[in-house]
Protein backbone atom coordinates (compact mmCIF):
# COMPACT_ATOMS: atom_id res chain seq x y z
CA UNK A 1 0.00 0.00 0.00
CA UNK A 2 1.35 3.36 -1.30
CA UNK A 3 0.54 6.72 1.04
CA UNK A 4 -1.50 9.23 -0.28
CA UNK A 5 1.83 11.71 -0.57
CA UNK A 6 4.17 9.44 -1.95
CA UNK A 7 4.22 9.40 -5.61
CA UNK A 8 5.61 5.40 -6.94
CA UNK A 9 7.21 5.60 -10.20
CA UNK A 10 8.23 2.10 -12.16
CA UNK A 11 11.31 2.53 -14.37
CA UNK A 12 10.38 -0.22 -16.44
CA UNK A 13 13.87 -2.23 -15.79
CA UNK A 14 14.37 -5.95 -16.69
CA UNK A 15 14.42 -7.92 -13.13
CA UNK A 16 18.64 -9.48 -14.51
CA UNK A 17 20.49 -6.90 -12.44
CA UNK A 18 23.37 -7.38 -12.21
CA UNK A 19 23.94 -9.46 -14.93
CA UNK A 20 26.60 -7.47 -16.81
CA UNK A 21 25.28 -8.60 -20.42
CA UNK A 22 21.95 -7.77 -19.97
CA UNK A 23 22.42 -4.97 -18.25
CA UNK A 24 23.35 -2.66 -21.29
CA UNK A 25 19.48 -3.00 -22.22
CA UNK A 26 18.84 -1.19 -17.89
CA UNK A 27 21.23 1.14 -18.99
CA UNK A 28 19.38 2.29 -21.80
CA UNK A 29 16.25 2.38 -19.97
CA UNK A 30 17.76 4.17 -16.53
CA UNK A 31 18.96 6.87 -19.34
CA UNK A 32 15.51 7.13 -20.89
CA UNK A 33 13.92 7.11 -17.10
CA UNK A 34 15.97 9.56 -15.65
CA UNK A 35 15.73 12.01 -18.64
CA UNK A 36 12.39 11.94 -18.46
CA UNK A 37 12.52 12.30 -14.13
CA UNK A 38 14.76 15.31 -14.48
CA UNK A 39 11.85 17.03 -17.18
CA UNK A 40 9.48 16.41 -14.42
CA UNK A 41 10.78 17.30 -11.07
CA UNK A 42 14.21 17.87 -9.39
CA UNK A 43 14.73 15.69 -5.98
CA UNK A 44 15.98 17.68 -2.65
CA UNK A 45 17.44 14.68 -1.01
CA UNK A 46 18.02 10.99 -2.63
CA UNK A 47 17.64 7.93 -0.71
CA UNK A 48 18.96 4.75 -1.45
CA UNK A 49 17.34 2.00 0.04
CA UNK A 50 19.00 -1.28 -2.04
CA UNK A 51 22.27 -0.63 -4.17
CA UNK A 52 21.76 -0.66 -8.35
CA UNK A 53 22.77 1.10 -11.17
CA UNK A 54 19.88 3.10 -11.33
CA UNK A 55 20.67 4.17 -7.54
CA UNK A 56 24.09 4.64 -8.80
CA UNK A 57 23.05 6.36 -11.97
CA UNK A 58 20.28 8.80 -10.28
CA UNK A 59 23.34 10.13 -7.49
CA UNK A 60 25.27 10.80 -10.86
CA UNK A 61 22.46 12.67 -12.53
CA UNK A 62 21.85 14.86 -9.25
CA UNK A 63 25.72 15.61 -8.12
CA UNK A 64 24.62 18.10 -5.59
CA UNK A 65 21.42 16.53 -4.82
CA UNK A 66 22.16 14.99 -0.74
CA UNK A 67 22.11 11.66 -1.05
CA UNK A 68 22.01 8.59 1.93
CA UNK A 69 22.64 4.85 0.96
CA UNK A 70 20.46 3.25 3.72
CA UNK A 71 22.13 -0.15 4.38
CA UNK A 72 19.83 -2.18 5.97
CA UNK A 73 21.07 -5.93 5.21
CA UNK A 74 24.58 -6.66 3.61
CA UNK A 75 22.98 -7.14 0.20
CA UNK A 76 25.20 -8.89 -1.87
CA UNK A 77 24.99 -11.78 0.19
CA UNK A 78 21.35 -12.42 -1.17
CA UNK A 79 23.25 -13.16 -4.47
CA UNK A 80 25.51 -15.72 -5.37
CA UNK A 81 28.74 -16.13 -8.26
CA UNK A 82 29.39 -13.41 -10.84
CA UNK A 83 25.88 -11.71 -9.27
CA UNK A 84 27.42 -10.95 -5.99
CA UNK A 85 30.61 -9.64 -7.14
CA UNK A 86 28.85 -7.25 -9.35
CA UNK A 87 26.46 -5.85 -6.81
CA UNK A 88 29.62 -5.62 -4.52
CA UNK A 89 30.98 -3.40 -7.12
CA UNK A 90 27.76 -1.31 -7.37
CA UNK A 91 27.16 -1.21 -3.54
CA UNK A 92 30.86 0.06 -3.19
CA UNK A 93 30.21 2.74 -5.64
CA UNK A 94 27.10 3.67 -4.31
CA UNK A 95 28.31 4.12 -0.99
CA UNK A 96 31.16 5.99 -2.15
CA UNK A 97 29.25 8.84 -3.40
CA UNK A 98 26.72 9.10 -0.89
CA UNK A 99 26.98 11.87 1.51
CA UNK A 100 25.84 9.55 4.48
CA UNK A 101 25.16 5.58 4.84
CA UNK A 102 23.14 5.07 7.43
CA UNK A 103 23.86 1.35 8.92
CA UNK A 104 21.67 -1.08 10.84
CA UNK A 105 24.14 -3.31 13.01
CA UNK A 106 27.54 -3.48 13.69
CA UNK A 107 28.83 -5.59 11.18
CA UNK A 108 27.41 -3.39 8.46
CA UNK A 109 29.16 -0.53 10.45
CA UNK A 110 32.83 -1.85 9.98
CA UNK A 111 32.24 -2.64 6.51
CA UNK A 112 31.40 0.91 5.33
CA UNK A 113 33.97 2.67 7.94
CA UNK A 114 35.89 4.07 5.36
CA UNK A 115 32.81 5.90 3.87
CA UNK A 116 33.39 9.65 4.74
CA UNK A 117 30.33 9.15 7.02
CA UNK A 118 28.53 6.52 8.65
CA UNK A 119 25.78 6.53 11.02
CA UNK A 120 24.39 3.43 12.97
CA UNK A 121 20.85 2.99 13.55
CA UNK A 122 19.33 -0.23 14.75
CA UNK A 123 15.66 -1.51 13.63
CA UNK A 124 12.63 -0.80 15.55
CA UNK A 125 9.35 -1.27 15.10
CA UNK A 126 5.84 0.55 14.88
CA UNK A 127 4.45 -0.01 18.33
CA UNK A 128 1.24 1.48 17.62
CA UNK A 129 0.39 -0.92 15.15
CA UNK A 130 1.27 -4.05 17.92
CA UNK A 131 -0.96 -4.56 21.15
CA UNK A 132 0.86 -5.41 23.93
CA UNK A 133 -0.47 -9.58 25.13
CA UNK A 134 -1.75 -10.27 28.37
CA UNK A 135 -0.17 -12.52 30.63
CA UNK A 136 -2.32 -15.87 29.88
CA UNK A 137 -0.51 -17.16 26.91
CA UNK A 138 -1.69 -20.64 24.98
CA UNK A 139 0.54 -23.50 24.36
CA UNK A 140 1.57 -21.62 20.83
CA UNK A 141 4.98 -20.63 19.28
CA UNK A 142 4.77 -18.47 16.25
CA UNK A 143 6.89 -16.74 14.04
CA UNK A 144 5.47 -13.89 11.51
CA UNK A 145 7.94 -13.11 8.60
CA UNK A 146 9.31 -13.89 5.36
CA UNK A 147 10.27 -17.74 4.94
CA UNK A 148 13.27 -17.46 2.84
CA UNK A 149 16.41 -19.26 2.29
CA UNK A 150 17.83 -17.71 5.46
CA UNK A 151 14.77 -19.34 7.68
CA UNK A 152 16.04 -22.86 9.19
CA UNK A 153 13.61 -25.57 8.88
CA UNK A 154 15.52 -27.97 11.01
CA UNK A 155 15.22 -26.02 14.09
CA UNK A 156 11.75 -25.86 13.66
CA UNK A 157 11.13 -29.16 13.04
CA UNK A 158 13.89 -29.96 15.76
CA UNK A 159 10.84 -27.73 18.44
CA UNK A 160 8.17 -29.74 16.75
CA UNK A 161 9.56 -33.03 17.33
CA UNK A 162 11.14 -32.43 20.87
CA UNK A 163 7.90 -30.16 22.23
CA UNK A 164 4.45 -32.23 20.21
CA UNK A 165 2.54 -30.31 22.66
CA UNK A 166 3.02 -27.09 21.30
CA UNK A 167 1.77 -25.69 17.98
CA UNK A 168 4.18 -23.69 15.96
CA UNK A 169 2.23 -21.42 13.72
CA UNK A 170 4.80 -20.15 10.80
CA UNK A 171 3.13 -16.59 9.40
CA UNK A 172 3.99 -15.49 6.09
CA UNK A 173 4.97 -16.40 2.29
CA UNK A 174 7.57 -19.06 1.76
CA UNK A 175 10.10 -18.60 -0.82
CA UNK A 176 12.57 -21.38 -2.12
CA UNK A 177 12.29 -25.09 -1.52
CA UNK A 178 10.85 -26.54 2.43
CA UNK A 179 10.35 -29.70 3.39
CA UNK A 180 8.03 -32.18 1.64
CA UNK A 181 6.50 -32.95 4.95
CA UNK A 182 6.33 -31.19 8.32
CA UNK A 183 5.09 -32.54 11.84
CA UNK A 184 1.52 -32.42 12.51
CA UNK A 185 2.00 -29.53 14.72
CA UNK A 186 3.78 -27.06 12.68
CA UNK A 187 1.00 -25.02 10.49
CA UNK A 188 1.84 -22.93 7.85
CA UNK A 189 -0.40 -19.64 7.40
CA UNK A 190 1.30 -18.06 4.54
CA UNK A 191 0.76 -14.07 4.08
CA UNK A 192 -1.63 -12.04 5.90
CA UNK A 193 -1.92 -8.15 5.66
CA UNK A 194 0.12 -6.68 8.56
CA UNK A 195 -2.25 -5.70 10.99
CA UNK A 196 -3.24 -9.28 10.81
CA UNK A 197 -0.30 -10.59 11.12
CA UNK A 198 0.83 -8.33 14.30
CA UNK A 199 -2.59 -9.54 16.02
CA UNK A 200 -1.51 -12.77 15.75
CA UNK A 201 1.30 -12.49 18.33
CA UNK A 202 -1.00 -11.86 20.64
CA UNK A 203 -1.71 -15.39 20.71
CA UNK A 204 1.85 -16.72 21.27
CA UNK A 205 3.82 -18.18 23.99
CA UNK A 206 6.91 -17.15 22.41
CA UNK A 207 8.18 -15.60 19.10
CA UNK A 208 10.47 -17.92 17.07
CA UNK A 209 13.76 -16.34 14.95
CA UNK A 210 14.57 -19.75 13.65
CA UNK A 211 17.32 -17.73 11.03
CA UNK A 212 20.94 -20.07 9.60
CA UNK A 213 24.09 -18.72 10.61
CA UNK A 214 25.41 -17.96 7.87
CA UNK A 215 27.56 -14.52 6.04
CA UNK A 216 23.89 -13.17 5.02
CA UNK A 217 22.69 -13.35 8.81
CA UNK A 218 25.99 -12.25 10.21
CA UNK A 219 24.38 -8.80 9.21
CA UNK A 220 21.01 -8.79 10.08
CA UNK A 221 19.06 -7.05 12.97
CA UNK A 222 15.54 -8.80 12.64
CA UNK A 223 12.44 -6.09 12.83
CA UNK A 224 10.89 -9.07 13.90
CA UNK A 225 13.11 -9.16 17.04
CA UNK A 226 11.41 -5.56 17.99
CA UNK A 227 8.21 -6.49 16.98
CA UNK A 228 7.84 -9.75 19.59
CA UNK A 229 9.55 -7.64 22.51
CA UNK A 230 6.59 -4.91 21.95
CA UNK A 231 4.03 -7.55 21.89
CA UNK A 232 5.54 -8.86 25.20
CA UNK A 233 7.09 -11.77 23.64
CA UNK A 234 10.02 -13.81 25.01
CA UNK A 235 11.97 -14.44 22.14
CA UNK A 236 13.43 -17.79 21.33
CA UNK A 237 16.33 -17.58 18.59
CA UNK A 238 19.09 -18.83 16.72
CA UNK A 239 22.76 -17.26 17.54
CA UNK A 240 22.54 -14.99 14.55
CA UNK A 241 23.67 -11.37 13.87
CA UNK A 242 23.10 -8.99 16.49
CA UNK A 243 21.16 -11.57 18.37
CA UNK A 244 24.32 -13.33 19.41
CA UNK A 245 24.65 -9.90 21.84
CA UNK A 246 21.72 -10.65 23.55
CA UNK A 247 20.14 -12.96 26.20
CA UNK A 248 18.13 -13.66 28.86
CA UNK A 249 18.10 -10.39 30.17
CA UNK A 250 16.52 -9.33 26.70
CA UNK A 251 14.26 -12.35 27.37
CA UNK A 252 16.19 -13.60 24.17
CA UNK A 253 16.83 -17.47 24.63
CA UNK A 254 19.09 -19.10 22.20
CA UNK A 255 18.25 -22.56 20.27
CA UNK A 256 20.76 -24.61 18.07
CA UNK A 257 19.98 -27.88 16.58
CA UNK A 258 21.84 -30.09 19.28
CA UNK A 259 20.40 -28.25 22.03
CA UNK A 260 17.36 -29.37 24.54
CA UNK A 261 14.41 -28.00 22.61
CA UNK A 262 11.79 -28.38 25.40
CA UNK A 263 14.30 -26.89 28.06
CA UNK A 264 14.94 -23.90 25.86
CA UNK A 265 10.86 -23.27 25.14
CA UNK A 266 10.44 -24.25 28.85
CA UNK A 267 12.74 -21.77 30.20
CA UNK A 268 11.57 -18.96 27.66
CA UNK A 269 7.41 -19.31 28.54
CA UNK A 270 8.69 -19.97 32.16
CA UNK A 271 10.03 -16.68 32.64
CA UNK A 272 7.54 -13.87 32.10
CA UNK A 273 7.94 -10.41 30.74
CA UNK A 274 6.55 -8.13 33.03
CA UNK A 275 4.26 -5.15 31.80
CA UNK A 276 6.66 -2.75 32.94
CA UNK A 277 9.73 -4.14 30.78
CA UNK A 278 7.30 -4.72 27.96
CA UNK A 279 6.55 -0.38 28.13
CA UNK A 280 9.77 0.42 29.05
CA UNK A 281 10.86 -1.50 25.50
CA UNK A 282 7.81 -0.33 23.38
CA UNK A 283 8.66 3.52 24.51
CA UNK A 284 12.81 2.77 23.79
CA UNK A 285 12.35 0.79 20.54
CA UNK A 286 9.61 2.51 18.50
CA UNK A 287 10.54 3.96 15.15
CA UNK A 288 9.90 7.41 16.12
CA UNK A 289 12.44 7.53 19.01
CA UNK A 290 14.93 5.56 16.99
CA UNK A 291 14.82 7.94 13.56
CA UNK A 292 15.02 10.92 15.86
CA UNK A 293 19.21 11.67 16.21
CA UNK A 294 19.44 11.25 12.03
CA UNK A 295 16.58 13.00 11.29
CA UNK A 296 18.08 15.98 13.43
CA UNK A 297 21.82 14.99 11.82
CA UNK A 298 20.08 14.96 8.55
CA UNK A 299 17.89 18.29 9.15
CA UNK A 300 21.37 19.74 9.56
CA UNK A 301 23.51 18.53 6.69
CA UNK A 302 21.00 18.74 4.31
CA UNK A 303 20.33 22.78 5.49
CA UNK A 304 24.08 23.29 4.74
CA UNK A 305 24.17 21.26 1.88
CA UNK A 306 21.40 23.80 0.45
CA UNK A 307 23.27 26.60 1.39
CA UNK A 308 26.44 25.44 -0.58
CA UNK A 309 27.70 21.79 -1.74
CA UNK A 310 30.64 20.94 -3.78
CA UNK A 311 31.07 17.54 -4.06
CA UNK A 312 34.04 15.32 -5.86
CA UNK A 313 33.30 13.40 -8.55
Given at each position: MVEPMVNAVRPGLLPVEPLPIVNRINDWRIGRF?????????????????????????IQRFPDVYAVYDAMDDFPEFMRGLARRNLRLVENEVARQADLVVTSCESIHEKFAGCSRTALVHNACDTSAIAPAGAARPGRLGYVGTIGGWFDWEIVIHIAEECPDLEIELVGPVFGAKPSRLPANVALVGSLPHQEAMRRLSGYAAGLIPFRINPLTESVDPVKYYEYR????????????TMCSRGEHDHVYHIGRDANARAVVEQAVRTP????????????NDWSVRWAPLA??????TDAALTYRSKEQ
Open positions: LHRFGDECRPDLIVVGKPSRLAETFAAGLPVISTAFGVTDEATAAFRRDELLGQD
